[in-house]
């Protein structure tokens, strides 16, 4: 019960994928800012996060976003060769090449997880990718990793319970 | 009855490792046992359960606990024990991070049970008997705790006052926990009582760490000759030093190994193995996927190398797929 409720559903019940995006403010934030602008209609399931530079992206927000109730997690930045900070994207590369592989052998779908290099005026760039990646994801359904950790603890609320249901027996044993 | 301070060792999922650490002490114990009553302390002296409960709530000033908790009766002793301790350390890996054991997140119950009762090469049982919660015989029940879904550090299931880490912690961050705890001069509640700056700061290989690394290639230490003198990092190897606590004293790199991350993350990090891949993993050189999967691929176990000692304290806590 308490699961279902951290996953997102419209009012029909179907599920909605959360997707955290992260953006470099240099090229796929302003694409996606100019997808608006150019008022092309893309899923409304992801949130996006601005960062300076995608080599910005320490592998910790992946984490946390996934663990935080994210069903997805994009990542866009420039082009090779592109980066404002020369190597940025080349460091998130290398990074994402061994998160992915980690995330796998965590039991988080590849799908889950998406690099794209996107410049600032592929508006139409951003709308294929956030449709392809929901559509990618609500296949796969809802990660819930909150709901799932609450499942897990649930064996340890038990015992918790008992010891303190022994507690209070003692105490009244005491009283009388 | 004596008025000495009342200390308590206990064990949970552990090797027994910390418990040696103790002992390590050398004569310094004796200055210990001399400044303390020990109540509990299973692996050495013949105290029950039921003596510790009969004791008033936070009688024992400390009680320093090794070991994860996997099992309910894990679970039971922690819960007792805190009531009855005004401090509770988690003392080595296991209880501060999960440690070894909380590797076993990587796989469900029924893959370790299948494992350990049918399919490991050195088991011999036919029937495939399986341990049960609960065995009548004669008229009479034998019990055996619950072994639950995960594996847990301490401060998942009980409040924690502090962590002494390492696997196992030195002789010297337990005597200067004690002689803290004697003088009451302690930290804020929840520190880690171990310097708060990364290994590498104290390394005496330090100055040969490049500032620019960009690796070509990652090999593990049974593949080369490791250099005695020159950063493990420098030489491929892949010393987790950069994202540790220090104070463990260099122990593995003095003898000439990369550092496994056993004293866990310095207080800014969030994640430890998500760090420290951050970090290595932009270490290595190399443009196109191609090129980077090559050098990369030189780890072959993301999870078993980064969280060796912290899977339990990995945000995801282990495979997620694996505890439904
Ligand atoms: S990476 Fe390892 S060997 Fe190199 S300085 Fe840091 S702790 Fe020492
Ligand atoms: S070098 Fe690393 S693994 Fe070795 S004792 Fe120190 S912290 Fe632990
Ligand atoms: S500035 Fe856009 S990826 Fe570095």
């Given at each position: 019960?308490?699961?279902?409720?951290?996953?997102?559903?419209?009012?029909?019940?179907?599920?909605?994928?959360?997707?955290?995006?992260?953006?470099?403010?240099?090229?796929?934030?302003?694409?996606?800012?100019?997808?608006?602008?150019?008022?092309?209609?893309?899923?409304?399931?992801?949130?996006?996060?601005?960062?300076?530079?995608?080599?910005?992206?320490?592998?910790?927000?992946?984490?946390?976003?996934?663990?935080?109730?994210?069903?997805?997690?994009?990542?866009?930045?420039?082009?090779?060769?592109?980066?404002?900070?020369?190597?940025?994207?080349?460091?998130?590369?290398?990074?994402?090449?061994?998160?992915?592989?980690?995330?796998?052998?965590?039991?988080?779908?590849?799908?889950?997880?998406?690099?794209?290099?996107?410049?600032?005026?592929?508006?139409?760039?951003?709308?294929?990718?956030?449709?392809?990646?929901?559509?990618?994801?609500?296949?796969?359904?809802?990660?819930?990793?909150?709901?799932?950790?609450?499942?897990?603890?649930?064996?340890?609320?038990?015992?918790?319970?008992?010891?303190?249901?022994?507690?209070?027996?003692?105490?009244?044993?005491?009283?009388? | 009855?004596?008025?000495?301070?009342?200390?308590?060792?206990?064990?949970?999922?552990?090797?027994?490792?910390?418990?040696?650490?103790?002992?390590?002490?050398?004569?310094?114990?004796?200055?210990?046992?001399?400044?303390?009553?020990?109540?509990?302390?299973?692996?050495?002296?013949?105290?029950?359960?039921?003596?510790?409960?009969?004791?008033?709530?936070?009688?024992?000033?400390?009680?320093?606990?090794?070991?994860?908790?996997?099992?309910?009766?894990?679970?039971?002793?922690?819960?007792?024990?805190?009531?009855?301790?005004?401090?509770?350390?988690?003392?080595?890996?296991?209880?501060?991070?999960?440690?070894?054991?909380?590797?076993?997140?990587?796989?469900?119950?029924?893959?370790?049970?299948?494992?350990?009762?049918?399919?490991?090469?050195?088991?011999?049982?036919?029937?495939?008997?399986?341990?049960?919660?609960?065995?009548?015989?004669?008229?009479?029940?034998?019990?055996?705790?619950?072994?639950?879904?995960?594996?847990?550090?301490?401060?998942?299931v009980v409040e924690v006052d502090y962590y002494i880490p390492g696997c196992p912690p030195?002789?010297?961050?337990?005597?200067?926990?004690?002689?803290?705890?004697?003088?009451?001069?302690?930290?804020?509640?929840?520190?880690?009582?171990a310097p708060d700056i990364a290994l590498c700061e104290q390394c005496p290989r330090v100055?040969?760490?490049?500032?620019?690394?960009?690796?070509?290639?990652?090999?593990?230490?049974?593949?080369?000759?490791?250099?005695?003198?020159?950063?493990?990092?420098?030489?491929?190897?892949?010393?987790?030093?950069?994202?540790?606590?220090?104070?463990?004293?260099?122990?593995?790199?003095?003898?000439?190994?990369?550092?496994?991350?056993?004293?866990?993350p310095t207080s800014r990090i969030r994640d430890h193995g998500a760090k420290i891949l951050?970090?290595?993993?932009?270490?290595?050189?190399?443009?196109?996927?191609?090129?980077?999967?090559?050098?990369?691929?030189?780890?072959?176990?993301?999870?078993?190398?980064?969280?060796?000692?912290?899977?339990?304290?990995?945000?995801?806590?282990?495979?997620?797929?694996?505890?439904?």
């Amino acid at each position: 019960m308490e699961a279902k409720a951290n996953v997102q559903q419209t009012g029909n019940g179907k599920f909605e994928p959360r997707i955290v995006a992260f953006f470099c403010n240099w090229c796929t934030y302003t694409a996606a800012d100019l997808a608006g602008v150019s008022r092309m209609k893309y899923a409304p399931n992801v949130r996006i996060i601005r960062l300076m530079c995608s080599g910005r992206l320490d592998p910790q927000f992946v984490m946390d976003a996934f663990a935080k109730g994210a069903d997805g997690v994009l990542i866009g930045g420039c082009h090779p060769g592109d980066c404002h900070y020369v190597e940025g994207n080349y460091k998130t590369l290398r990074r994402m090449d061994l998160l992915k592989r980690m995330l796998k052998d965590l039991g988080i779908e590849e799908d889950r997880v998406r690099l794209e290099w996107i410049s600032a005026s592929e508006g139409d760039r951003v709308k294929f990718v956030v449709n392809d990646i929901v559509e990618k994801v609500r296949a796969l359904g809802p990660l819930n990793m909150p709901g799932k950790f609450k499942d897990w603890d649930r064996e340890i609320e038990e015992l918790n319970g008992k010891v303190h249901a022994q507690d209070n027996e003692e105490a009244t044993a005491h009283v009388h | 009855m004596s008025t000495k301070p009342k200390i308590a060792f206990y064990w949970c999922a552990s090797c027994g490792g910390c418990e040696e650490s103790v002992v390590d002490l050398a004569e310094d114990i004796l200055m210990v046992l001399d400044a303390v009553d020990i109540v509990l302390w299973p692996v050495a002296l013949d105290f029950k359960k039921k003596d510790v409960e009969a004791m008033p709530d936070k009688s024992i000033v400390a009680t320093l606990l090794n070991g994860a908790i996997r099992s309910s009766e894990q679970e039971e002793m922690a819960r007792l024990l805190r009531r009855k301790s005004q401090y509770l350390i988690a003392y080595g890996s296991c209880a501060h991070t999960g440690g070894i054991p909380a590797l076993a997140n990587q796989f469900s119950r029924e893959q370790i049970m299948k494992y350990v009762y049918e399919d490991a090469p050195t088991v011999a049982n036919e029937n495939k008997t399986r341990p049960v919660t609960e065995f009548k015989d004669n008229g009479r029940t034998a019990t055996l705790p619950e072994f639950r879904k995960v594996v847990r550090a301490l401060d998942q299931v009980v409040e924690v006052d502090y962590y002494i880490p390492g696997c196992p912690p030195t002789s010297k961050l337990l005597k200067e926990a004690v002689l803290a705890l004697l003088s009451g001069k302690l930290p804020p509640k929840g520190s880690v009582l171990a310097p708060d700056i990364a290994l590498c700061e104290q390394c005496p290989r330090v100055d040969s760490k490049p500032q620019d690394l960009s690796l070509t290639e990652f090999k593990r230490p049974h593949q080369v000759i490791i250099d005695p003198d020159k950063c493990l990092l420098a030489q491929g190897l892949a010393c987790m030093g950069p994202a540790t606590r220090g104070g463990c004293e260099a122990r593995c790199i003095t003898g000439n190994m990369p550092c496994t991350g056993c004293f866990g993350p310095t207080s800014r990090i969030r994640d430890h193995g998500a760090k420290i891949l951050s970090y290595m993993a932009s270490t290595a050189a190399g443009k196109d996927d191609k090129e980077i999967e090559k050098i990369l691929a030189g780890i072959p176990d993301p999870v078993g190398t980064f969280y060796r000692y912290g899977l339990a304290k990995c945000m995801l806590r282990g495979k997620v797929t694996s505890h439904e």
